[in-house]
């Protein structure tokens, strides 16, 4: 009998691509994605309940939608919900994000979506915020010419520290727009009307959301 969140990975067509299958006691689902080497592939990092990766993936159905997560109790979430609706252009990974480079190759990514990261406040948790310098490196690394990251969050003092990362010149950030409340600003049909179940609760107490799109200008070197 399997345990709940065992997991197995395998190479995929090219040989570099690990998929990953999440078992039950009673079942087991299997999501891969579309692999054709023309689809766009999306990454929610730190996907949480999945609300973006499934959303986006309903919405635009001829894009692949990857999130990623630590805890398999939120990927086992969003595994359900790609089943039940259908949806075959999901995929979930159970990884740390510092591992990101061992599932996607350079240029692959084509957007990134943040939403309400933990802020790690402390000073010394730094270097794990997602919206963070070491990070942003990593994604610029995975993603082409025109790649867009989008990022969301209720924490005015994280969403401000991500605006002066990106001030980085070795970043090259580039078509930078950015607002301090989303539900009164002309980008509010960029996130499309899906919420995380965080940013109802934060909806409801009053908070306003912070939201931020950017772009990465390539560069021969990235660093490290």
């Known amino acids: 009998m399997f345990n709940r969140w065992q997991e197995k990975s395998w190479n995929g067509s090219d040989g570099m ?19 054709d080497g023309t689809n766009i592939s999306t990454t929610r990092v730190g996907c949480g309940r999945a609300e973006y990766a499934t959303g986006l993936a309903a919405l635009f159905p001829e894009n692949n939608y990857i999130g990623l997560d630590i805890k398999g109790a939120r990927l086992w979430k969003g595994s359900l919900l790609s089943v039940e609706q259908g949806l075959n ?3 979930f990974i159970r990884t740390k994000l510092q591992n990101l480079e061992d599932f996607f190759t350079p240029s692959e990514v084509k957007g990134i979506w943040i939403t309400f990261p933990d802020p790690k406040p402390r000073e010394s948790e730094a270097k794990l915020r997602l919206s963070g310098m070491r990070f942003m490196n990593i994604y610029k690394r995975l993603m082409p010419e025109g790649g867009k990251i989008y990022f969301k969050t209720d924490n005015i003092i994280l ?10 010149t070795s970043l090259g950030v580039t078509n930078l727009v950015y607002t301090h409340d989303l539900y009164q600003s002309e980008l509010l049909a960029e996130h499309y009307g899906i919420q995380t179940t965080y940013e109802k609760t934060y909806l409801k107490l009053g908070e306003k959301i912070n939201y931020l ?3 990465f200008q390539k560069t021969d070197t990235v660093d490290s």
């Open 159 to 168: 969403f401000d520290h991500t605006l002066e990362v990106l001030t980085e």
């Open 17 to 35: 691509r690990k998929l990953i299958i999440y078992f039950s006691l009673k079942k087991i689902i299997i999501l891969s994605i579309k692999d």
């Open 89 to 91: 252009n999901t995929a």
């Open 213 to 215: 799109r950017f772009e």
